[in-house]
């Protein structure tokens, strides 16, 4: 009988796809530059949904928005999905184990986890607990707190972390990773999952590489002809416009960038271990995307939930296992979201997709072949947002306002020339608005689009109504 692979999924939360050193940014992140040069980069990766957990809920069901039903950022609203990808590769045989954030509820929840050591912040159950802050309370006798329980989570103030090191929650997390392997059962093969809460905020990287920045200079922020409408002065640090003056912003950006160069670390103590204290690189793919980006500023944004780059676009890279036949060093082009790596492990692994799944395997992509693909990728948020593109352009509408956006991505990744209202680039404009009335002509319940226009004025829920009854369907569904 064949081996099976294993699979490891590194899962940071609110990380840029432009933030990886490979690309040319500032950033510095050499493990991962190690890995893409050795795997399969998805450079027009996004999130359809860009905010924590909605995303997740693409990914653990491999289906759109629409029809796992979260459509935004709602807490509290359970997860009662059958079939999920851990689920559906414990029942193939594989040992399920997840280290860190999962941003389920019930926040214990498994969905097919056999074993989850929990980092979450937040507390939805009255005397909720997680795993590490129990750590913590025990190993920092007391003395040291978890930034993110002290602040708000999404300030754009950087917070240096000045305890020791293998107290921050970057560390524990992988830490309790590495200790999951030591004692995973030998006879079955294993997924794990690595679940980071950074880089989200709070930016608390350790002051140590947080110093690596001290003299580093950073590229101007971007700032589109169509920004000034988010110019405004912050209301409050944790808005989600507004213009930051430009010593903060840097402040926070190289915080930010900081978070990330740690983590980069701790995916390189992964590889080491993989390599060298257990021989199990050779039969494991390791797979690193985050579930969305971070405007950091851009065109005087914060946070997520837009369309645009900063936060919908997405890191994605895949590590091969040994005799998966993977072109090491491949870049593919190709537009794709989380909804595709249900079906890309289960395929890897040898074990039926359900009928439920509707994104594609990319392991055709991976190897490099011409198989027929999307056109291009339909992205949404609450209450407002909805967009499609195919990572060389994109059009952006607001369901509120009815307001337009159409960049050209290949001539301006930074979307800094809004083309909407340029009369070249009027037919273009067209055709990317009538591929989002199509998409949205299959939603009658929203009332977004008649089939031949979009129908502006109204706001929508982040969740569908059917999410809070419990009758589900055979093929794993949620249904009224």
């Not at 957990?53 to 693409?58: E, G, P, Q, T």
Request: glycine share 8%.
């Amino acid at each position: 009988m064949e081996k099976k692979p294993n699979f490891v999924l590194i899962f940071p939360d609110q990380w840029r796809g432009d933030c990886l050193g490979f690309t040319g940014h500032p950033v510095q992140t050499p493990f991962l530059d190690e890995m893409a040069a050795n795997g399969v980069v998805f450079s027009r990766a996004y999130s359809s949904c860009p905010s924590c957990i909605a995303s997740r809920a693409n990914l653990i069901t491999g289906q759109t928005p629409s029809t796992c039903g979260r459509l935004g950022y709602k807490d509290k609203v359970p997860f009662r999905y059958k079939r999920t990808l851990m689920n559906c590769l414990r029942d193939g045989g594989y040992q399920t184990l997840c280290a860190g954030k999962t941003h389920f509820y019930p926040q214990r929840a498994t969905l097919g986890f056999e074993e989850l050591k929990l980092y979450d912040p937040q507390n939805h159950e009255g005397d909720f607990k997680s795993d590490y802050h129990a750590w913590l309370e025990k190993e920092g006798k007391g003395q040291v707190r978890d930034t993110a329980m002290e602040v708000d989570n999404n300030l754009w103030i950087p917070f240096p972390w000045t305890e020791s090191e293998h107290l921050h929650p970057n560390t524990w997390t992988m830490d309790t990773a590495l200790e999951m392997l030591e004692r995973r059962d030998p006879t079955r093969p294993f997924f794990l999952q690595i679940g980071f809460h950074r880089p989200h905020p709070p930016y608390d990287p350790p002051v140590s590489y947080l110093e690596r920045y001290r003299d580093v200079k950073l590229p101007p922020v971007p700032e589109g002809d169509w920004s000034a409408e988010f110019a405004h002065p912050l209301e409050t640090a944790n808005a989600s416009e507004g213009k930051l003056p430009v010593n903060m912003l840097e402040m926070a950006r190289k915080a930010y960038y900081a978070q990330i160069t740690h983590l980069d670390y701790q995916v390189g103590r992964l590889f080491y271990f993989l390599r060298r204290h257990r021989p199990w690189l050779p039969d494991t793919y390791v797979i690193f995307l985050a579930d969305h980006g971070e405007q950091l500023g851009d065109h005087n944004l914060f946070r997520k939930i837009t369309p645009f780059e900063g936060s919908a676009r997405i890191p994605f890279i895949i590590f091969p296992a040994g005799n998966a036949g993977m072109e090491r060093g491949l870049v593919c082009d190709k537009p794709v979201t989380h909804m595709d790596l249900m079906p890309t492990i289960l395929e890897s692994a040898g074990i039926p997709i359900p009928k439920s799944v509707e994104g594609s395997s990319l392991v055709p992509l991976t190897r490099g072949e011409e198989v027929r693909w999307r056109d291009y990728l339909h992205g949404e948020h609450a209450p407002c947002w909805h967009f499609v593109t195919d990572g060389r352009e994109k059009f952006c509408w607001r369901t509120d306002t009815g307001r337009e956006w159409f960049f050209n991505l290949e001539e301006d990744p930074s979307e800094t020339r809004d083309l909407s209202s340029v009369s070249k680039y009027g037919e273009r404009v067209k055709l990317w608005r009538s591929r989002l009335v199509d998409v949205l002509a299959q939603r009658p319940e929203d009332g977004f689009s008649d089939g031949k226009n979009l129908i502006p004025g109204k706001v929508f829920s982040p969740v569908r109504p059917r999410l809070l009854k419990k009758k589900k369907d055979s093929d794993g569904k949620i249904r009224p």
